[in-house]
């Protein structure tokens, strides 16, 4: 065997590289599935990349029970702390940009300058909610004319718990363009990932760790979407549920479960990869999904 001028022993060229296995994104920790399986995750031709942790109903659970604890602090926390901490996850990405061009590529099969373009329109979309964080309410919220000698307001207030159903086939963009809304307002979020691309998702949950974001305010779940909707439509702690393009199939599903426990249910049309990089796929609007109203009356002259 021989060694380098280090002295350390030389790798064969015939090694074969230790395979990453990503982990779910629980609570501020990464944890292995409670059911022990893994999904195989493929490259774009078809061969072996990595192996992920696939999410049972248990796991969801503990997902759902790590925002609801994070809830409390996340959305009490000011709107521009909240705008701060999202600029900070806006450069954790910029800071893996190689890493997500280099997954866009083997994963979804895109050319370097298009993958580039890609994790540019992420940043940009990051950035461009943490500037709503302390503006939304400006203009969903207002001041009600009333004929009485009172002031009525109308402010916006964070749902709660937001479990997060990703785009099928969007990459990274699908993945921002879906947790951002929620995240923003103030909600704490579990996001689903796409079965066909769960890598990407969870390699998001390491940027989330290495952000400011509170532990369990975003959780990361890699698993099949069809065995967790249900779970999750049904989750009595679950305030909201946001589907972003998954099909009639399942937008039906979520809208007869939800109905059992008056849970809000946001469904976004699906878009082509280019529409969700469009600027249309963002809104202080899709903000308004995932809000409730407060209205208060104020006495005049008293």
């Not at 109203?293 to 002259?301: C, D, E, L, R, Y």
Request: aromatic share 8%.
């Amino acid at each position: 065997m021989s060694t380098n001028h280090n002295g350390s022993a030389g790798q064969s060229s015939d090694r074969e590289p230790v395979r990453k296995t990503y982990k779910l994104y629980v609570g501020g920790a990464f944890v292995r599935s409670e059911s022990g399986y893994a999904l195989r995750q493929n490259d774009v031709n078809g061969a072996f990349f990595a192996n992920c942790a696939k999410a049972s109903r248990k796991d969801l659970r503990d997902a759902i029970g790590a925002a609801r604890t994070a809830f409390g602090g996340w959305s009490t926390r000011s709107a521009f702390n909240r705008s701060q901490i999202l600029f900070r996850l806006a450069e954790m990405i910029e800071g893996r940009r190689a890493t997500f061009v280099e997954l866009l590529g083997s994963l979804c099969g895109r050319d370097r300058a298009a993958a580039e373009r890609e994790v540019s329109t992420v940043i940009d979309r990051v950035f461009w909610y943490a500037g709503w964080c302390d503006k939304f309410t400006q203009i969903l919220g207002g001041v009600n004319p009333i004929a009485s000698p009172y002031n009525n307001f109308t402010v916006a207030e964070p749902t709660g718990v937001v479990v997060l159903l990703a785009p099928r086939s969007a990459g990274l963009i699908g993945l921002v363009t879906a947790l951002l809304p929620a995240l923003a307002a103030g909600n704490a979020c579990v996001l689903v990932a796409d079965d066909d691309l769960p890598v990407i998702a969870l390699e998001l949950g390491e940027a989330l760790a290495t952000s400011d974001v509170p532990a369990g305010a975003v959780n990361v779940l890699s698993g099949t979407t069809s065995e967790l909707l249900p779970h999750a439509a049904d989750h009595m702690d679950v305030n909201a549920i946001g589907s972003f393009g998954r099909g009639a199939d399942d937008e039906r599903e979520l809208g007869q479960r939800a109905a059992s426990n008056i849970k809000r249910v946001a469904v976004f049309a699906a878009r082509s990869h280019d529409e969700w990089c469009d600027a249309s796929a963002q809104s202080p609007y899709f903000v308004e999904r995932f809000v409730e109203w407060k209205t208060s009356w104020h006495p005049v002259g008293v």
